[in-house]
């Protein structure tokens, strides 16, 4: 007879990481619409709609609830109504008598919460119009409540950037969190008193169950969507104060060490091998991994699955960066992301041949919140362009610029002066073995990564001299142990 699991915490530690998902998006020609969660109690939609487009909201996808509609950004006209940021539209079931046209007067996000139809008295014809109301300055996060008193609640919360919650749960209150910017840290509480924390990225959702112990701190300045059942004062039983510091809040390395902006001295692996990530990974001194354009002949998707596997077990999920060459900036887009999820591992960074047609293609993905790395620069001009098409990385290869006959540290000089006030790195790669010099050059020139084969790592790590020493150190020290 199988014994059963018995959890003091009411949930199985190694299970809570399956509270974090990525919901699905379905790209259309006026924008995309994101179906974050819907389940008995509640809905939660992100919509987003290109200027001038129509996004028709269909009485079906609501099975008989109410529905409000929330506007993030941008402006919308619906129905009679002109809609702005932080405005709510609510209505009735009975009111979605057929398909309901929202027009985006500029580039729009709305939310739609959807939950069980209330007492209210919602007449005929009449739809309910309001701000964002009980506006909540907390220690820790600026909290808008988009609606209450129903059977559901809906909230903006704004997570200041090293600031965290309570530790916390809810004997009743089902809640989800929809992370529309910045980076979140969640902490949960299961098995024999564990704790798991997992990073939310823009784009993703994580559901908290009643009695599953919870806390969230922001990484960045980040702005949550949350819906839920109903918020009662008295069902939130506390742990911890908001005031007791997040444990690892700001102990970047558990997630993503791109974060760790005080270190200008970034050391990529340039690598197609799994088992040369393996190696990098176990001396724990990686800051990310790019591929070389050869993978995607090779089943680049299990190859680099492989690595992000490798990237979970060592507990370093860092930047990975993938070579693609599509040219339609709308399919590219739903492309990336098809590889995301298919993949699993949200620090996926999208290589891009840098050039006149792709800056569009840029531009598109990193509206989309996905990063980006221009590759094989070759001047500094193509640096402005990267970092005005919202680029993340800018990837000079300092081997084909030296095969040029230009010296490529001092292009490295140049764009790191243009672009000091952008948020875009510069990577140094291409190096090669005999070269090992050009690392230290690379990093002297003002590079904030640089990308090498393994085989340079490892001797960046040793030197005749300092083995001679060493064994120098060790003979002595066991002469003096015989002594």
Not at 14 to 40: F, M, R, S
Not at 346 to 360: F, H, S, V
């Amino acid at each position: 007879m199988n014994k059963p699991k018995i959890y003091q915490y009411g949930y199985d530690i190694n299970e809570v990481e399956q509270q974090v998902y990525t919901p699905q998006l379905a790209a259309a020609p006026w924008g995309y619409l994101c179906k974050v969660v819907e389940n008995d109690q509640y809905g939660l939609s992100q919509v987003y709609i290109k200027k001038g487009s129509v996004f028709l909201l269909n009485p079906q996808d609501f099975h008989g609830r109410e529905v409000t509609v929330y506007i993030e950004s941008g402006q919308v006209s619906l129905k009679s109504e002109e809609l702005m940021p932080q405005e709510t539209l609510l209505f009735s079931a009975d009111q979605i008598n057929g398909n309901i046209d929202i027009t985006a007067n500029e580039d729009a996000f709305l939310y739609l919460f959807s939950g069980p139809p209330s007492s209210d008295d919602l007449r005929e014809g009449i739809f309910k119009k309001s701000t964002v109301f009980n506006f909540r300055d907390q220690y820790w996060a600026d909290i808008l409540w988009t609606m209450v008193n129903r059977a559901y609640a809906g909230k903006k919360i704004f997570f200041k950037k090293g600031n965290n919650s309570s530790f916390h749960f809810h004997c009743q209150k089902k809640e989800t969190y929809f992370v529309h910017s910045g980076k979140l840290l969640l902490r949960f509480r299961a098995g024999k008193g564990e704790d798991k924390y997992l990073a939310v990225d823009p784009g993703q959702a994580a559901d908290i169950p009643p009695g599953l112990i919870h806390q969230a701190g922001g990484l960045e300045d980040t702005v949550v969507i949350e819906i839920s059942t109903r918020d009662y004062d008295n069902d939130a039983f506390l742990v911890e104060s908001e005031f007791t510091k997040m444990p690892q809040l700001n102990n970047h390395k558990i997630i993503n060490k791109k974060l760790m902006q005080n270190n200008n001295l970034k050391l990529f692996l340039e690598t197609n091998a799994p088992e040369e990530v393996e190696r990098a990974l176990q001396k724990d001194i990686l800051s990310g991994i790019i591929t070389s354009p050869d993978i995607m002949a090779n089943g680049y998707i299990d190859i680099v699955k492989e690595m992000a596997d490798l990237c979970k077990k060592y507990h370093q999920e860092i930047p990975i960066g993938l070579m693609m060459t599509e040219k339609d900036p709308e399919h590219i887009v739903q492309r990336a992301k098809d590889i995301i999820n298919q993949i699993g591992y949200n620090n996926l960074t999208i290589r891009i041949p840098l050039g006149w047609e792709e800056a569009r293609i840029i531009k598109e993905l990193s509206e989309n919140q996905i990063n980006v790395e221009c590759a094989s620069g070759m001047n500094e001009a193509q640096a402005i362009v990267a970092a005005n098409a919202g680029a993340s990385y800018f990837y000079i290869n300092s081997s084909a610029i030296k095969d040029m006959g230009v010296d490529p540290f001092k292009m490295v000089q140049n764009s790191s002066q243009l672009l000091k006030s952008t948020n875009t790195e510069i990577i140094v790669g291409g190096i090669r073995s005999k070269n090992m010099k050009d690392v230290v050059d690379a990093f002297l020139a003002g590079a904030h990564i640089v990308a090498t084969p393994l085989d340079v790592l490892e001797k960046m790590a040793t030197h005749p001299k300092t083995t001679e020493n060493i064994i120098r150190f060790v003979n002595a020290f066991h002469q003096w142990g015989k002594q």
